[in-house]
């Protein structure tokens, strides 16, 4: 989350900004809103080896300490929902649960032996996702990991393994990734002032005035959105959107909350993760405002994945909106974390589901600059829809003027962009207006862009804030896409599922659909002509890519 000052026709407006604190889960799953922590990385660029080797060991963790890990298990159909993810596509015809499923007796089998070794074990049939609770002896036995406290030489506390974890001969069939055998969290600033940039703003700029002016409104379409956020704090959040609607002339909002204490620990006191949840739900109900939204809420640990996880297998014709990742260098570092921190992207393949993810905002620089280039995960996944930023200008009556890429050199301020060093290049980013895979073998980051820079008004612990940056940019693409869904069922077609191999067959045709953005950088690359590791395809005209996208479907497009 990124915010900045914007003040329409006022010159010399007063910035008031107050200081959130973003944070990062596993190796490092940052948020752009915040949640505090004891541990803390000064430059946000660290992977959990790098602060091991920085830091002092204090002892063993503590004999009572509890500790949650997080098992991915492996499907039935493992090389078919591989294929499909890896691909950057959705499954259609059989998919679901079919493709999702690991083998329930593997699992029973695997959740006796963690039984046995002391944990206490949760699990439903079908589930891609294992819960197991524990204490440090557990996970000795069952993994022959010995976890120790460390201090940060800046102060943090953490707790990580002395190596990497050995499976048992009963696990081994079934589990594909571990999480939860360190709480390493990295930590970095951003700003929140007032102002921001309204709902008609943005239906006028991206042409979606003429979709709600046709009906469409996200009626009978669900955009699920995974939080950092306390549920004692729903309320708040649930009022927050009240009085956003009542200022911007929206009808009330149905959303709810899905908690489960298997996705703690949740962080208490002041939690200004609230800042991040009111401007996702905020920025969806402006676009589609008759959508259902269901937030799922993950605390300071690894219960992100589960309740990632949770999110799209309980939502297979929903929307995902996701405003949260981590430095792509990090999961590459911790192998048996990433393929559990991957599994709802796995199944995200399975469901054939639209998510879109944000790209961070440290331009090129997700790891640090010292770093150089490095892009976020999970918005590098081939099926999650990474959405960079960029920077707007108004054109005639509000209308659409023109845009920049994203990428303030003097507040180091930008779109995440760049090419994966973790996923190879999917068939859908190797046609006409991608670069050669011989220069850029890897994913390409961002697929799309809208405004980062421009803040959005949003209503935040009761208070008018303005708050931008691609974690405003993704869930407006969420809930475009509310909008589009609504126009395929009226007209008895599928859903969207997911969108990419559509939207680069759509931007091919060059008919206006995307707004290819030719100016600007994100502090390392710049915009140009067809993709760009700085806007991707561009922005949307959201008129035309409902007509193009329509016709797509009908012509058997998947």
């Keep these: 989350m990124k915010s900045k000052l914007l003040a329409f026709g006022v010159a010399g407006a007063a ?3 107050v200081v959130v604190v973003a944070f990062a889960v596993g190796p490092e799953h940052d948020s752009h809103a915040a949640v505090p922590s004891t541990a803390r990385s000064d430059d946000g660029s660290q992977t959990l080896q790098q602060a091991v080797a920085l830091s002092t060991r204090l002892g063993p963790l503590s004999a009572t300490a509890k500790v949650q890990i997080v098992l991915s298990l492996r499907s039935k159909r493992e090389q078919t929902l591989e294929r499909l993810f890896s691909n950057g596509q959705g499954a259609t015809g059989s998919k679901g649960s079919a493709l999702i499923a690991p083998s329930t007796e593997l699992v029973r089998k ?10 206490v074990t949760a699990w439903a049939p079908g589930d891609a996702i294992a819960s197991l609770a524990g204490n440090p002896k557990s996970v000795q036995r069952l993994f022959g990991v010995r976890l120790s406290r460390y201090a940060e030489p800046g102060g943090g506390i953490f707790f990580a393994g002395d190596r990497a974890p050995k499976l048992p001969s009963s696990l081994e069939p079934v589990v594909t990734g571990v999480a939860g055998l360190d709480d390493f969290v990295q930590l970095s600033p951003a700003e929140v002032t007032p102002g921001g940039a309204t709902p ?31 549920p004692a704090l729903f309320a708040t959040l649930r009022s927050d959107l009240a009085r956003y609607s009542t200022e911007h002339g929206l009808p009330p909002a149905d959303i709810s909350l899905r908690a489960e204490n298997r996705w703690a620990p949740f962080v208490s006191g002041k939690d200004t993760a609230l800042t991040e949840a009111d401007l996702d739900v905020d920025v969806v109900h402006a ?19 589960p309740a990632e996880d949770a999110a799209v297998t309980e939502n297979p014709t929903g929307i995902l909106s996701l405003s949260y990742g981590g430095c792509e260098q990090a999961y590459i570092s911790s192998p048996a974390f990433l393929k559990a ?25 997700r790891c640090g600059q010292s770093k150089g280039p490095w892009i976020e995960f999970p918005s590098d996944t081939p099926v999650l829809v990474a959405v960079g930023g960029t920077v707007v200008f108004l054109g005639k009556n509000g209308s659409y003027g023109f845009e920049m890429a994203w990428g303030e050199a003097l507040t180091e301020w930008g779109g995440g962009g760049g090419v994966s060093k973790l996923f190879a290049r999917p ?10 895979t011989k220069s850029a073998p890897g994913r390409l980051v961002p697929d799309v862009a809208a405004n980062a820079h421009l803040g959005w008004s949003i209503v935040s612990g009761g208070k008018d804030e303005e708050v931008g940056g691609t974690s405003a940019a993704a869930p407006f693409w969420a809930g475009l896409t509310a909008l589009i869904d609504q126009d395929l069922v009226r007209n008895h077609l599928r859903r969207v599922g997911v ?19 030719t100016a600007g ?27 193009d996208i329509k016709a797509y479907i009908k012509a058997g497009g998947k």
């Design 427 to 436: 068939p859908f980013q190797k046609g006409a207006g991608y670069p050669g």
């Design 15 to 17: 910035v008031v900004a």
């Design 341 to 365: 921190a991957e599994q709802p992207w796995l199944d995200v393949a399975g469901e054939n589901l639209s998510a879109f993810g944000s790209t961070g905002d440290e331009g090129a620089y």
């Design 499 to 517: 969108p990419l191999g559509a939207f680069a067959a759509i931007a091919s045709k060059h008919d206006g659909a995307f707004h290819d953005v």
């Design 287 to 305: 676009i589609a405002p008759k959508a259902k939204l269901i937030i799922y809420p993950f605390g300071a640990g690894n219960g992100f994945i």
């Design 110 to 119: 695997a959740l006796a032996t963690a039984r046995a070794a002391g944990f």
């Design 200 to 230: 008609p703003d943005m239906l006028k700029f991206y042409d979606v005035a003429p979709l709600r002016a046709a009906g469409l409104d996200g009626s009978g379409e669900t955009v699920v959105l995974p939080e950092a956020i306390n």
């Design 521 to 547: 950088n994100n502090l390392f690359y710049n915009a140009g002509t067809g993709w760009d590791a700085a806007t991707g395809l561009g922005s949307p005209d959201a008129a035309i890519l409902d007509r």
